[in-house]
């Protein structure tokens, strides 16, 4: 009887091993198609958002060769360097906001009490930048013409204004 006991015992206990062996062994094939599945989903995403930002980035100075090769000069005095410029475009843009009468390159009068100023800026390519501007009640957009002079000063032209309706 013992060793009937003992048999019994021992074919439960590896049954019961394979079992455990098999409900892990699909828990594992399970998981690992779930990883995949995911981690499929994340790079397909990942894509897609670099394909979305080189898109957004096709009209902006830092990614167009064109543009950047304007400013290049066989004369190392004359060369202007891109990364350099668009730093001083933006502070030059955006200190003009302190003018009691707003900005004046928003191309918009004040309408009320609250003059416009720009809040955005990108520098789109070797002559157009491209600002949002509003005056907390009102917003719009300006597409500006810049230019680097010979003794380096930089002038603005207000080319379009879209003030949106309120």
């Known amino acids: 009887m013992k060793n ?9 206990s590896v049954l019961l ?20 599945k995911s981690h499929k989903r994340a790079t ?9 930002l080189a898109e ?5 100075l830092e990614y167009n060769q064109n ?6 000069s066989d004369d190392i005095e004359k ?4 990364e350099k410029l668009i730093p001083i475009l933006k502070e030059k843009l955006l200190d003009l906001n302190d003018n009691p ?14 003059k416009f100023i720009i809040n955005k ?20 957009e300006v597409l500006l013409k810049y230019f680097v002079n010979d003794d380096k000063s930089i002038s603005f032209e207000v080319n379009q204004t879209l003030l949106y309706q309120k």
């Open 67 to 72: 543009a950047q090769d304007y400013f290049y």
């Open 4 to 12: 009937s006991f003992l048999l019994y015992l021992s074919i439960l």
């Open 79 to 82: 060369s202007i360097s891109y």
């Open 101 to 114: 009468e707003g900005n004046p390159y928003t191309g918009q009068e004040k309408l009320g009490e609250a």
């Open 44 to 52: 397909d995403s990942i894509a897609s958002l670099k394909n979305q």
């Open 17 to 36: 091993a394979v079992f455990t062996y098999t409900y892990y062994n699909s828990q594992l094939k399970h998981e690992t198609a779930k990883f995949e």
């Open 121 to 140: 800026i990108k520098v789109l390519n070797h002559r157009w930048i491209i600002a949002d501007y509003s005056d907390g009640t009102y917003w719009g």
């Open 56 to 60: 957004t980035n096709y009209f902006s």
